[in-house]
């Protein structure tokens, strides 16, 4: 499947409730994500605020962790989509990568890494992974 580098791939019929990014996989990509996020949840803060202010936070770190490990270990296209759910905001993004995710544990003294999955599995109500022939699916709901 082919991917833009950057562009929303959702029609103006859906905009605010669900929306659909594509990006290169460069590590300029993360902040993309992030963005496209963003994006979203100030379209839909404005038909619908967050309980807390903690949930937009929250979402947003997901989507930075789920895209800045696409970046380390799905190289290639990825894409993020966000929907509004009846409870919460489910965020899916999509790597080139059959592997699936698997917690690592932190050692500081190597500087860091091996938090991401730990943060994506505590932040969200569930988690799920779809592996499929061309990569996976990561499936993350939060509330809102």
């Known amino acids: 499947m082919a991917r833009k580098q950057r562009g929303d791939d959702?029609?103006?019929?859906?905009?605010g409730y669900e929306r659909a990014f594509a990006f290169a996989g460069e590590l300029r990509s993360v902040t993309q994500a992030r963005l496209a996020a963003e994006e979203f949840l100030d379209t839909l803060a404005t038909r619908s605020p967050p309980a807390t202010p903690e949930h937009w936070d929250d979402i947003l770190l997901v989507v930075t962790e789920?895209?800045?490990?696409?970046?380390?270990?799905?190289?290639?296209?990825?894409?993020?989509?966000?929907?509004?759910?009846?409870?919460?905001?489910?965020?899916?993004?999509?790597?080139?990568?059959t592997t699936e995710p698997r917690p690592r544990p932190f050692v500081p003294r190597t500087g860091g890494g091996g938090i991401g999955w730990h943060l994506v599995r505590t932040l969200c109500t569930q988690v799920s992974v779809v592996v499929h022939q061309e990569g996976k699916d990561i499936h993350a709901f939060l509330p809102w």
Request: hydrophobic share 40%.
């Open 10 to 15: 959702t029609s103006a019929t859906e905009a």
């Open 66 to 97: 789920l895209a800045a490990n696409v970046i380390q270990y799905a190289p290639g296209p990825f894409g993020l989509r966000m929907r509004r759910t009846f409870d919460g905001v489910h965020v899916t993004m999509c790597d080139t990568s």
